[in-house]
């Protein structure tokens, strides 16, 4: 029999649940708005145009990214994917970088804070520096010992907004507080992920807690790898070196980027924009995609029995785009980009990598299968969509298979990408601050709720 306590505690829950379900139902309603209202006021759906192109709601000097060049009756004509960096061809940059076989995410990181590519002593003393800020206070390992959680992205925003705390000066935006606090970002950023991974592998898959400290003769992508693990090849720090420049950057128009510009046209903190731009990037639809092609190649290399026959990967392929086969959501995750069309340079800049990768690992015939799922996939998405648009397979769909080649757990894929964005985040904060004529970024929503509705008294609903 029930004690009163007991059953007053479970009415408590059941009214508590039913208000819950009664505002969910009204959700239903309130949130609906015809589809016709958005063509009828000339709303740009995303900020986007009908040609799927952005809207322009803003000019830069950071990053640029190509992926189409306009005719002169306007439409849209597909061309190689290009990616700029302080107007500098992201391709040649890793070219020369890869030639000369050095780290160059520092470099990259220096360019796009600057605006300028140091030169030997300046980059050496942004080294010395992002090195000597990469320890974490005492305080701030203290907390990320006792998070509790499952997200390494939830802890490293609640990581950043701690480090307000300990910032002496966190509320000013001047030039040089602003260029202190985004070297101190970008340093600890590894470390931070680092610990908080092994954190949670010991909290929740009981191994030993290992906490090792950066080592400042290391670059930035070995100093990540040694605070996970202690061994590493090169080819595994060189190919996470790579992924940290081609990630570095995307534009002002990317949701996490401009999120950070959104929030930091207010004048609010850094740590307070940048927490804003971890949370955009934790969404599936933005970082959280080079998962999604992880989990998506495991099926496929499950469900596809010979991994070189063409009929069976079209027929499969062809399952998945009709929304029959693996979640039904009808996309072959990693093809298909919001710009880049006939190809993502990023793409092709890891595949020259990822094979080398793949041979040191033994998992050439992987290597080989997604290969082909990715020309397959796109054929697939021409004939099966028939809608005109060109595809290609852009950077996600190789830099999962990257990662676990290089045994990074599923749980710092998103993570890492935030690791190499904070630079980007962190130059555009710093632009939107310091240009003439700023203002405060506050776009417009119409309202279609009919109008002059008549309020009634309590007493009457």
């Known amino acids: 029999m029930k004690t009163n306590k007991n059953y007053k505690n479970n009415n408590e829950c059941m009214k508590k649940e039913y208000v819950i379900y009664k505002l969910s139902e009204s959700l239903k309603h309130s949130a609906k708005i015809e589809n016709g209202l958005f063509q009828k006021y000339g709303v740009k759906r995303g900020l986007r145009n009908e040609d799927g192109s952005g809207v322009l709601v803003g000019l830069t000097r950071i990053g640029n990214v190509v992926g189409y060049e306009r005719a002169a009756d306007g439409a849209l004509n597909p061309i190689p994917g290009k990616l700029f960096y302080r107007g500098y061809d992201v391709e040649d940059l890793v070219h020369a970088l890869q030639e000369e ?36 206070t005492h305080e701030t390992t203290m907390n990320i010992l006792e998070l509790r959680g499952n997200n390494i992205m939830n802890i490293l ?12 000066n966190p509320d000013d935006t001047s030039r040089d507080n602003l260029m202190r606090q985004s070297i101190d970002l970008i340093s600890k950023f590894p470390t931070i992920i680092a610990y908080a991974y092994n954190v949670l592998r010991h909290n929740n898959k009981g191994r030993s807690l290992h906490i090792r400290h950066p080592n400042e003769s290391l670059s930035l992508a070995e100093n990540f790898l040694s605070m996970l693990r202690h061994d590493y090849t090169e080819l595994e720090a060189r190919i996470l070196d790579l992924l940290l420049i081609l990630q570095a950057e995307h534009g002002g128009g990317n949701n996490s980027t401009f999120t950070v510009r959104v929030t ?4 609010t903190d850094t740590y307070s924009s940048i927490a804003a731009g971890i949370g955009s990037l934790k969404g599936p639809l933005h970082g959280g995609a080079n998962i999604q092609v992880a989990d998506m ?33 009808g996309l072959i995750y990693g093809i298909g980009h919001a710009v880049y069309t006939i190809s993502d340079p990023r793409a092709i800049l890891l595949k020259e990598m990822a094979r080398d990768l793949a041979k040191e690992k033994g998992r050439e015939e992987e290597f080989e299968f997604l290969e082909l799922l990715e020309e397959r996939g796109i054929a697939m998405f ?19 298979f ?22 980007g985040w962190v130059a555009h904060r710093n632009e939107e601050l310091n240009f003439a004529g700023k203002r405060i970024i506050r776009p417009a929503y119409k309202d279609v709720i009919e ?11």
């Open 101 to 136: 076989k050095r780290f160059g995410f520092e470099e990259v990181a220096y360019l796009l804070l600057s605006g300028n590519l140091p030169d030997k002593e300046e980059l050496a003393a942004f080294r010395d520096l992002l090195n000597e800020n990469m320890p974490l």
């Open 157 to 168: 925003a609640r990581s950043v907004l701690e480090m307000y705390t300990f910032d002496a």
């Open 264 to 267: 930091s046209s207010t004048g």
């Open 297 to 329: 190649f495991h099926h496929l290399k499950e469900n596809i029995h010979d991994w070189k026959n063409v009929n069976e990967v079209d027929t499969y392929l062809t399952r998945i785009l009709n929304k029959e086969a693996y979640n039904k959501s």
């Open 382 to 400: 021409v004939k099966v969509k028939n809608n005109g648009k060109q595809v290609s397979s852009n950077v996600d769909f190789y830099s999962g």
């Open 402 to 423: 990257v990662y676990e080649m290089i045994g990074l757990p599923k749980e710092i894929f998103t993570p890492i990408f935030a690791m190499a964005r904070i630079v």
């Open 451 to 461: 109008k002059n509705l008549k309020y009634v008294p309590l007493s009457n609903r």
